[in-house]
Nanobody
Framework: QVQLVESGGGLVQAGGSLRLSCAAS????????MGWFRQDPAKEREFVAAISRGGRITDYADSVKGRFTISRDNAKSTVYLQMNSLKPTDTAAYYC??????????????????WGQGTQVTVSS
């Protein structure tokens, strides 16, 4: 079992920045590829970004490319999502997820076995 706890969400004005963190516990963090997803109540869950277990491979949704950066610190068992130039359309609950032996990345939520409880990001116009 892997436990994931997100933090760092909040209310920010358009154009602002936030950094989300996801702390993992329970297993060797460096064995897991990680992803960030988001969901607005009126929409389906959406892939945001992913990072391989070693951190060398990353992938981003087109909607956030160039504005968001995913990173990880395996020594701290934490994955981050730096979000810059935020837009009202980025408003959603953000979830981190883990997949065992994630040597590459995947956008498919079905490949992630462990999920956090989510942190709300609200961007005002």
């Amino acid at each position: 079992q892997v436990q994931l706890v997100e933090s760092g969400g909040g209310l920010v004005q358009a154009g602002g920045s936030l950094r989300l963190s996801c702390a993992a516990s329970g297993r060797t963090f460096s064995n897991y590829g990680m992803g960030w997803f988001r969901q607005d109540p009126a929409k389906e869950r959406e892939f945001v970004a992913a990072i391989s277990r070693g951190g060398r491979i990353t992938d981003y949704a087109d909607s956030v490319k160039g504005r968001f950066t995913i990173s990880r610190d395996n020594a701290k068992s934490t994955v981050y999502l730096q979000m810059n130039s935020l837009k009202p359309t980025d408003t959603a609950a953000y979830y981190c997820a883990a997949r065992y032996f994630g040597a590459s990345t995947t956008r498919d939520a079905r490949n992630y076995a462990y999920w956090g409880q989510g942190t709300q990001v609200t961007v005002s116009s």
